[in-house]
């Protein structure tokens, strides 16, 4: 049976921090729905109704273009090893780039992650929890490491190149906004 609160209590707090991995869901109006998986150290619980998440350079930059047309924003955590749970974060969210006024502040809140692209700031404003009891246990081998192998390889012109061909557009052909590029 689901759960419902008006923000993340303490408890909640701890769950989500111990996550290796989390899922992303947004979507615009119309076009597709995105549902992204993220791992890393990339996920940073502010206060009670506030997480924001850093996004690496990646194939597509849905989550940014979907914001700018419709701020809504779903976070999933799943307990893979433990007690079952999965908790949601329900809210809205804008992104932050690289020459946006708060992007230092924020980006300085993780480790330094080449390829950082945006930082997502989402105001929550339901948190539910749910049993998990149909989620399947793993165990837990570390993080990838391929993602800073392949930026460091491009290197920050090949990134911003990279960005510039695939990344200012979503699959739908919606904006991203990301360094000002339309």
Not at 84 to 90: C, Q, S, V, W
């Amino acid at each position: 049976m689901a759960t419902q609160y008006e923000q993340i209590s303490d408890r909640l707090r701890q769950f989500i921090e111990a996550q290796q991995v989390y899922f992303v869901g947004t979507a615009a109006s119309d076009g597709r729905v995105n549902v992204s998986p993220k791992g890393l150290d990339s996920l940073r619980v502010l206060g009670p109704n506030r997480v924001v998440w850093l996004n690496g350079t990646g194939s597509g930059n849905e989550t940014a273009a979907h914001l700018l047309r419709n701020p809504r924003i779903t976070i999933m955590f799943c307990a893979f090893e433990g007690k079952p749970l999965i908790l949601r974060l329900y809210g809205t969210a804008r992104a932050v780039h690289d020459g946006d006024p708060d992007w230092d502040y924020l980006v300085g809140l993780f480790p330094p992650m080449r390829g950082a692209r945006n930082v997502f700031d989402v105001t929550v404003d339901l948190v539910q929890t749910s049993c998990g009891f149909g989620v399947p246990q793993y165990e837990y081998e570390g993080q990838r490491t391929l993602m800073d192998s392949w930026a460091a390889n491009r290197g920050d012109e090949g990134i911003a190149q990279y960005q510039r061909e695939r990344n200012t557009h979503s699959i739908d052909g919606f904006p991203t906004g990301i360094n000002g590029l339309a």
